[in-house]
């Protein structure tokens, strides 16, 4: 069965460090993936998502950066953190059925930015 | 411009009862649609979907009903169980092939025992 492996639950930094999330996938080959946010009151936006290895597609403009570095491997960057940024971070993957794309999500990496 | 709307934030139900969630949508590309459930620090979980060819989907105590004409769904579950309390969200998509689904804001859900 696929599994979504999503690192770490909880992340605090300060404004202007780095960021790095990592998501891999397990079970699936070639699957879409995704990079969602969710903001304090507000409900899930799509960051970035991707249909293969280097194919990156960016929905809102941002400071933020994804990358596919292999095949079931998603990552979401950043290199100067804004206190904007802190959000409840969802990686998810996808298979097409059913007449539509159904998104299985990781269990979310919550980030304070203070 | 918000294409997916849940207009209520919160809905309380008792145990036992019918839990109605409503969400409603203006894009009319939009043909397949989804509900997740969310518990706090978890990622969602996907529950029910239902392609626009269709009405009504059911599976176990969760039923999906589409009206097209309104560009309405709504989330029926019955018998309403104290763990069924979360927030859930609505989620529509363009045909096959598109890869962004479009949420709504979410409506959370108690269900008093």
């Known amino acids: 069965s696929q599994t979504i492996h999503q690192w770490p639950a909880t992340l605090v930094q300060p404004v202007g460090s780095p960021l790095s999330l990592e998501c891999t996938v397990e079970?699936?080959?070639?699957?879409?993936l995704y990079w969602y946010r969710q903001a304090a009151g507000r409900g899930l936006q799509l960051l970035f998502y991707?249909?293969?290895?280097?194919?990156i597609s960016s929905e809102v403009p941002q400071n933020l950066s994804a990358s596919r570095p292999q095949d079931r491997q998603f990552i979401l960057s950043s290199k100067k953190l804004l206190l904007s940024d802190s959000g409840f971070y969802l990686c998810?993957?996808?298979?097409?059925?059913?007449?539509?794309?159904?998104?299985?999500f990781g269990s979310g990496t919550q980030l304070s930015v203070l | 411009d918000q294409q997916v709307k849940q207009n209520s934030p919160s809905l309380s139900v008792q145990e036992g009862r019918i839990s109605i969630l409503n969400c409603d949508y203006t894009n009319s590309m939009f043909d397949y649609f989804l509900w997740y459930k969310k518990y706090p620090a978890e990622g969602p979980t996907f529950l029910i979907s239902?392609?626009?060819?269709?009405d009504k989907n059911e599976d176990g105590r969760f039923t999906v009903f589409l009206n097209k004409s309104a560009k309405h769904l709504s989330l029926h579950i019955v018998p309403s169980q104290p763990g069924d309390s979360a927030v859930y969200f609505c989620?529509?998509?363009?045909?096959?092939?598109?890869?962004?689904?479009?949420f709504g804001k979410g409506t959370k859900l108690s269900v008093i025992p």
């Open positions: 239902i392609s626009s060819i269709k």
């Open positions: 079970g699936t080959s070639n699957p879409n």
């Open positions: 991707s249909i293969g290895i280097g194919q």
């Open positions: 998810a993957w996808s298979i097409t059925g059913g007449g539509g794309e159904k998104l299985f």
């Open positions: 989620a529509a998509s363009g045909r096959a092939g598109s890869y962004q689904l479009t």
